[in-house]
């Protein structure tokens, strides 16, 4: 009988221990999530930062461009609504459509970039290559910050796939 109530009180006793590890694991686990979570959140807010700073620098650049060459008013008005777009996303915090909206902006200012390199009063003027050389830079920071959150995404699911 007193081996019984030995037996039953280690039982009891290995259960604690294993449910105290186990609350434990979890309650590292939850931590380590929540800090995962808030990295994702703070490199996507340095990607909106940057693309806020490029909405802002592309308006002058155009408006460079527009003065030595204005027949380019197609160009201007896709990259302007493009730019529209993309800073109406960001207010409505659609990442998706952030991403989606900023990729396309990308390949609308690659274009007017390449216009302008094939223009030689744009690539005289000194206001339009300091500005141009201003965008090269921020697009440059966009670039690395959209690196960033994507390391973040990936360390953030695959250690929410890692969880049983």
Do not use: C
């Amino acid at each position: 009988m007193k081996i019984r109530s030995q037996i039953a009180f280690l039982s009891i006793a290995l259960l604690l221990i294993i449910s105290i590890a186990w609350i434990s694991v979890y309650a590292n686990g939850m931590k380590r999530l929540r800090k995962l979570e808030k990295t994702v959140q703070a490199t996507w807010g340095d990607v909106e930062w940057r693309l806020e700073e490029r909405n802002q620098q592309l308006p002058k650049l155009i408006e460079a461009a527009k003065v030595v060459l204005p027949e380019r008013a197609d160009l201007y008005e896709q990259l302007t609504d493009n730019k529209n777009r993309l800073a109406e996303l960001v207010q409505q915090d659609e990442i998706e459509g952030v991403i989606r909206a900023s990729n396309e902006l990308d390949q609308k200012v690659k274009v007017f970039l390449k216009t302008a390199k094939s223009t030689p009063q744009l690539t005289e003027d000194r206001r339009f290559k300091q500005l141009r050389h201003t965008l090269s830079e921020i697009q440059g920071r966009i670039d690395s910050d959209r690196q960033q959150y994507n390391e973040a995404v990936m360390k953030f699911n695959k250690f929410l796939h890692g969880i049983p």
